[in-house]
């Protein structure tokens, strides 16, 4: 038979659609075809299968190959179809059957010695091909990332001489046996850790419980970076959904995905300098940028006001819908983005507020960088002052709760929200707030004469009231009364911060 079958996948954002591999042997001078719109290291698999298909002890024919990787306008890129166009050539020149193609995909690039070697986004592949129903055989560096996919019948291989021999059943591969490593996520940092700041401890707790944004200011060296990189120890622990998608981001840019430690929530830290790119993702072949790396985790941003305005802007659709969609003339993607924004900055230019060096005209022009659209999606933001020089020692010695003891709050105020509306506090919609978040006449005046005096936005009132029943969860009340309201409102520095320099 001169025309053989195979499948593999691509690779198109954290999804792998199904490729049939084509390859059909013809009369006529030798030559070597790839068509189906493959990008130039996709070309380059002819080189790759020649050489590896001689050096593994196959007959390379001298015919008219052409090898099609359908769907033709589905643009194809990398060396993760070596494999099946190199088994697709051994079936098409009848040295395989290629009855025995049907029910396996394949996918991996091949050295010149025929050695199999890894590819990226191995997971979402084992994940479309155990939905499919067919045997994934990939390269055995994989093997331990896609044993994540539950029920997925993988098969490693390190050699296409023994791909070959699975195949035609002379010398059956082994399925991958994962070995049963369930870990809890666990971290080296501790909310011990910091001294004092009972503040700004209380607020990462509240942050955790409902999965809310935040932001801290003070002058420098007060523990703002620390408390920000300890919300990861006291977050819920990741289902096995939210991990297999945080882990499918990392496979897909090429990060290993290590089993043991595969439900710890990721810390991300870009620097100030980072492009908008770079933060949401991007380039002519669309790649996830930090918020996407972030996804179920934590996204730090120091030094805020730092950061160019127009990339921070960007980050204000992701913030609401939690997904990032990038689109370029050739073809379109869309990352998950659900994750946690912490940030941190000081008041003002030169680091304090009351150092009298820096003028309020100054402040403000520091300051007015943030826009306020994107301080209106942050749900808390508290003031992180320095301790006294006199009760130093004392804070030392109290260090207050461990991570543990305030993570055990949280998941049972996340447990709480889960069983009342299948979601957190954070992200409820506007009908969803009326309902779950209802006040009595007294609270609802009392809040809204706060939001009058501060001159807050109705986006920033409905995030309040988030907070607000955040709050009452952690307290076990059914209501939320006016001492969970007060609390909320007082995690509004930076607006308090903005109206007394305004009225100066």
């Known amino acids: 038979m001169s025309l053989a079958v ?6 198109v954002g954290i999804d792998a659609p199904l490729i049939t591999v084509e390859v059909h042997l013809s009369n006529g001078l030798p030559c070597f075809n790839l068509v189906g719109l493959p990008e130039a290291s996709v070309r380059e698999a002819k080189d790759r299968v020649r050489s590896a298909l001689i050096n593994s002890g196959f007959e390379f024919p001298a015919k008219r190959i052409t090898v099609n990787l359908a769907p033709a306008d589905l643009p194809k890129e990398g060396g993760r179809f070596d494999l099946a166009i190199a088994i697709g050539i051994i079936a098409a020149s009848n040295q395989l059957s290629s009855n025995q193609l049907e029910n396996i995909e394949l996918v991996g690039e091949l050295a010149l010695s025929g050695e199999i ?5 191995a997971l979402p592949f084992t994940y479309a091909c155990s939905q499919a129903n067919r045997i994934a055989i990939l390269p055995v560096d994989n093997a331990a990332e896609a044993s994540l996919i539950k029920h997925a019948k993988i098969v490693p291989a390190n050699q296409l001489l023994d791909v070959f021999h699975h195949i035609a059943g002379q010398q059956t591969l082994a399925l991958y046996q994962a070995q049963s490593i369930e870990k809890h996520a666990s971290y080296e940092n501790d909310l011990q850790d910091v001294v004092g700041q009972a503040a700004g401890k209380r607020a990462l707790e509240i942050a955790a ?11 420098p060296g007060t523990g703002k970076t620390m408390l920000a990189s300890r919300l990861i120890t006291i977050l819920p622990p990741m289902t096995d959904e939210e ?13 290993p995905v290590d089993p043991a430690t595969w439900k710890q929530r990721a810390f991300r830290h870009p620097h100030h300098t980072s492009s908008a790119v770079a933060l949401v993702g991007g380039g002519s072949i669309p790649r996830p ?3 996407s790396l972030a996804h179920n985790g934590v996204l730090f941003l120091d030094e805020l006001p730092e950061f160019d305005r127009k990339v921070l802007d960007v980050l204000r659709e992701p913030l609401e819908s939690g997904s990032v969609s990038i689109s370029r003339a050739a073809r379109q993607a869309q990352f998950p983005a659900r994750f946690q924004l912490v940030a941190a ?7 304090s507020l009351n ?7 100054q402040i403000l022009r520091y300051l007015n960088r943030i826009s306020g659209p994107f301080l209106d999606r942050i749900d808390l933001q508290v003031d992180v002052p320095k301790l006294p020089s006199n009760d130093f020692s004392e804070q030392v010695k109290s260090r207050g709760e461990s991570s543990q003891v305030v993570r055990d709050r949280v998941i049972q105020a996340h447990l709480l929200q889960l069983k009342r509306c299948g979601k957190t506090n954070a992200q409820l919609g506007s009908k969803e707030v009326e309902k779950y978040c209802k006040l009595e006449k007294a609270e609802q005046l009392f809040l809204q004469q706060a939001v009058e005096k501060l001159g807050l936005s109705l986006r920033t009132y409905h995030r309040v009231l988030k907070v607000a029943r955040t709050i ?6 059914l209501d939320i009364n006016r001492q969970h309201l007060a609390e909320a409102l007082n995690y509004r520095a930076f607006d308090r911060m903005l109206a007394q320099l305004t009225n100066n």
């Open 6 to 11: 195979v499948y593999s996948r691509a690779s």
């Open 472 to 477: 009452a969860d952690l307290a076990h009340s």
């Open 289 to 291: 940028g930090e918020i």
């Open 117 to 121: 070697r890894s590819i990226t986004g």
């Open 345 to 351: 900055m000081n008041p003002s230019p030169t680091g």
């Open 355 to 361: 150092d009298g060096r820096s003028s309020c005209e």
């Open 209 to 219: 419980a409902g999965g809310h944004n935040l932001l801290f200011t003070g002058p």
């Open 243 to 255: 991990a297999l998608a945080s882990a499918a981001i990392h496979s897909i840019v090429g990060k």
